[in-house]
């Protein structure tokens, strides 16, 4: 079965610029996260899905990140303006609705210079 | 709120010896327990959970309520095992979101 596909694979951008990630994740998979992990810490949920629904986007920084799941399928994360901490691995990941198994993509690099 | 404590940021034992990777955790509620591992240049996957109780690649992690943890133990380590494992925990409502802790990185010494 095809996994979680992110892409770009890795971005370098200037502070102040903007940036946007994409992900398709796994067919019939309803729910879909993204989470942030920066260098040496463990990935931290942004933001979830249900469907085209958010469920949880409590740990999001609104002021700058923001995420759409228009059709309830492929979703889109984007940073405006980037920072330098924003500097890290976004990984994507999707589930069934009721399990609790998530699935990762192979996430994208973003380094703000 | 929840918070998950791997103390160990690297583990390094050599092949055949037991492994240990430690985990604490804490959170008001019932939480389910999890693993995942990252093997070098590959996503990050699921290893084990503690609802289904199953011994997968010969790890085994026991829920200790009392103890808040859930440390993951290999009797005999084997070099494909090297690799950063994450402890994670979710409210135990399915398909909540996970908190993870900060990994450790696993390094078997043949």
């Known amino acids: 079965e095809a996994g979680v596909a992110q892409s770009p694979r890795y971005k370098i951008i200037e502070k102040r610029q903007s940036v946007a990630f994409w992900c398709n994740p796994i067919s019939g998979h309803a729910t879909l996260y993204w989470y942030q992990q920066i260098l040496g810490q463990g990935p931290k949920l942004l933001i979830q899905?249900?469907?085209?629904?958010?469920?949880?986007d409590s740990q999001l920084p609104k002021d700058r990140f923001s995420a759409e799941r228009l059709k309830g399928v492929d979703s889109t994360l984007k940073i405006q303006p980037a920072k330098l901490e924003d500097s890290a691995v976004y990984l994507c990941?999707?589930?069934?609705?009721?399990?609790?198994?998530?699935?990762f993509g192979q996430g994208t690099r973003l380094t703000v210079v | 709120a929840q918070r998950v404590t791997q103390p160990e940021k690297l583990l390094s034992v050599f092949k055949g010896a037991p492994v240990e990777l430690k985990c604490n955790y804490s959170y008001s509620g019932s939480p389910e327990l999890f693993w995942y591992v990252q093997y070098s240049r590959q996503r990050l996957q699921l290893l084990l959970r503690?609802?289904s109780r199953e011994s997968i690649k010969g790890f085994t992690a026991d829920l200790n309520k009392g103890e808040t943890s859930f440390h993951l133990k290999k009797p005999f380590a084997q070099e494909e095992d090297s690799a950063m494992y994450y402890c994670?925990?979710?409210?135990?409502?399915?398909?909540?979101?996970?908190?993870f802790g900060k990994g450790t990185h696993l390094i078997i010494q043949p």
């Open positions: 990941a999707s589930s069934l609705p009721v399990s609790s198994e998530a699935f």
């Open positions: 994670a925990l979710n409210s135990g409502g399915g398909a909540d979101g996970l908190t």
């Open positions: 899905f249900q469907n085209n629904g958010v469920v949880d």
């Open positions: 503690h609802i």
